[in-house]
């Protein structure tokens, strides 16, 4: 069965730093585009971060030089750095698997999401 | 950036009612769109992606179209089961970004 895990959300104050992770299970990340998306309190989607199966990052310009995407091969997990974190960046973090048809077109498989509350 | 607007923001409906949603892209994004659905405490599911293509296990009541910067999901008969907030998202050019959301509600 495909399936992602979040974990590493919690409470932060402002200016500090969280990683998430993602586990995931019956497919290998290092073969498939993963994304974060996130979600405030009662507001829309918001996407955050993708990598690429070569590497290749590209970042929400509300996070650029603040949150790093990464990957463990071994480990099959994806990771979420987050750094100088703000009140802004409070939200539900999904983790996602894009469905790629020679390039992305939509995430066929999220996680259940871990939340990430920054305030003093 | 890419602004993606969505029309209505919320929809009150009847079951069997024909529901379309509306979303406009602020340029062309080709057919590079995907619509989701997502209930209260859950993620997001994927309902069709290339603007039109269904994915596997949505039920054909289900169909998108569109091009360029106008895009529609249309519900053919609403079910109980389709009580829920639907997004757009582009996927033309970096960073990726999803409309504000359409909730559609019992009348």
């Known amino acids: 069965e495909v399936q992602l895990v979040e974990s590493g959300g919690g409470l932060i104050q402002p200016g500090g730093s969280l990683r998430l992770s993602c586990a995931a299970s019956g497919f290998t990340v290092s073969n498939n585009y993963m994304s974060w998306v996130r979600q405030a309190p009662g507001r829309g989607l918001e996407w955050v971060s993708i990598?690429?199966?070569?590497?290749?990052?590209y970042y929400a310009d509300s996070v650029k030089g603040r949150f790093t995407i990464s990957r463990d091969n071994s480990k099959n997990t994806v990771y979420l750095q987050m750094n100088s974190l703000r009140a802004e960046d409070t939200a539900m973090y999904y983790c996602?698997?894009?469905?790629?048809?020679?390039?992305?077109?939509?995430?066929?498989?999220w996680g259940q999401g871990t939340l990430v509350t920054v305030s003093s | 950036d890419i602004q993606m607007t969505q029309s209505p923001s919320i929809l009150s409906a009847s079951i069997g009612d024909r529901v379309t949603i509306t979303c406009r892209a602020s340029q062309s994004i080709s057919a590079w769109l995907a619509w989701y659905q997502q209930k209260p405490g859950k993620a997001p599911k994927l309902l069709i992606y290339?603007?039109?293509s269904l994915e596997s296990g949505v039920p054909s009541r289900f169909s998108g179209s569109g091009s360029g910067t106008e895009f529609t999901l249309t519900i053919s008969s609403l079910q109980p089961d389709d009580f829920a907030t639907y997004y757009c998202?582009?996927?033309?050019?970096?960073?990726?970004?999803f409309g504000g959301g359409t909730k559609v509600a019992i009348k």
């Open positions: 996602a698997r894009e469905k790629v048809e020679a390039t992305s077109v939509g995430i066929d498989c």
């Open positions: 998202q582009q996927y033309n050019s970096y960073p990726l970004t």
């Open positions: 990598i690429y199966s070569d590497g290749t990052t």
């Open positions: 290339k603007a039109s």
